[in-house]
């Protein structure tokens, strides 16, 4: 951990194992990546622990709320009022990654202030989301459905954001990926400056 300045845990294929969050297999999980389970969950809760910068995308936000004790959803497009927020199979890589629905965020919330706006629009490529937030997860932003899509968590001294959608595609032009990326670039410098 002390060779870097924070971590950015990813999108990816793969999804938690669900004894990690004591919950059975089924097949609608997925497959599985324990040693990445084996590796981020611990790395989420030592940066918490510490006030070390880190930001989550899509299973990055799955991995945050499973690592605060939190469950997730294996399907959630299965759920009663959802909407399907997998990647549609066809088409091209900018039709696949298209912005699909707006994302609202609570009032005064650290995600209003830095994209200066209560609402964006983001794209959408997850099966799974959550079911139970963890203990210290506090759910800041929701798709129209009510899938929740942004997380801080609490009583953290640093840095410890993550959105369920992929903002690294597109992340130069899109103002919203520009707002989120430059956010975490200054909680890294501070990471740094502070050593």
Sequence with gaps: MKVCDGFLF????????????EHEVTEAHGVFDR???????????????VGQ?????CRGFQEFNVA????????IRDLPGRINHRMPPDGTMDEKFALRHSVKFSE??????????????????????????GPRINIDGYAPDGTAEA??????????????????YNAAQ?????????AFGRALRGWKGAE
């Design 10 to 21: 990813t999108g990816g294929r793969p999804n938690i194992h669900p004894e990690e969050y």
């Design 35 to 49: 040693d990445r389970d084996r590796v981020a969950l611990p790395l989420i809760r030592a940066c918490v622990e």
């Design 53 to 57: 910068p880190i930001l989550g995308i």
């Design 68 to 75: 605060m004790g939190g469950t997730l959803h294996p399907e």
């Design 108 to 133: 005064g919330s650290l995600y209003s202030k830095i994209f200066n706006a209560d609402e964006v629009m983001v794209n959408s490529l997850h099966g799974q989301g959550i079911d139970v937030p």
């Design 151 to 168: 997380l801080t968590i609490e009583h953290v001294k640093g840095f410890a954001l993550a959105v369920q959608w992929h903002p690294e």
């Design 174 to 182: 899109d103002t919203v990926s520009v707002s989120l990326f430059e």
